[in-house]
């Protein structure tokens, strides 16, 4: 991605931490409410190698430019990806170039110049603008555009864009599982 990006002028780059970034929440491998997930490595490990992985990618990126870190709460790791946002937070609390906002909130918002993004697990395209109006009202004022983006169901795809809102789900890296 910095390869693709390398001719802008980056002043940011939003790390979105969470989200389901393990399948499971738990040692017994199932989500935070208790469904059961087949997964690789025993959660212990899992949750090393992402600590592992989440800081590399962040001293990485540090270079180009400041990196805000935003927790999203997933319905797979809510308390696995809480501790995550935390640690990462304590990992880079003596640098400058690095924030992480690791409250636990359904939605997170950050304006960027006229564009209003809000960043989440899930939610209903439909009643989204509704509740971004009423979240972010302060805000909601000051912008010309708002580009939501959702995560849960893992394709990438555009669920509503209208009245200078776009709802998308973003796509996952990893392949599907059983």
């Not at 989440?54 to 180009?64: E, G, M, Q, R, S």
């Not at 999203?72 to 696995?80: L, M, P, R, S």
Request: aromatic share 8%; with cysteine; net charge neutral.
């Amino acid at each position: 991605i910095l390869t693709r990006v390398k001719h802008y002028d980056l002043d940011q780059i939003v790390f979105v931490i969470g989200g389901d970034m393990l399948n499971g929440d738990n040692l017994a491998g199932s989500t935070t409410k208790g469904t059961a997930q087949v997964s690789d490595l025993h959660y212990y490990d899992a949750y090393e190698r992402l600590c592992a992985m989440t800081i590399k990618a962040i001293d990485i990126l540090k270079n180009t430019c400041k990196v805000k870190g935003i927790y999203t709460v997933g319905n797979h790791d809510e308390v696995t990806g809480f501790k995550l946002a935390k640690y990462i937070d304590a990992w880079f609390r003596n640098e400058a170039m690095v924030q992480v906002d690791y409250q636990p909130i359904a939605r997170k918002y950050l304006k960027y110049g006229r564009t209003l993004l809000c960043f989440a697990h899930d939610g209903n395209a439909q009643k989204l603008p509704m509740i971004i109006a009423d979240e972010a009202r302060q805000l909601w004022g000051n912008v010309d555009t708002i580009e939501v983006f959702l995560q849960h169901m893992h394709t990438e795809q555009i669920l509503k864009e209208e009245n200078n809102i776009r709802i998308q789900r973003l796509p996952t890296i990893s392949a599907r599982s059983k």
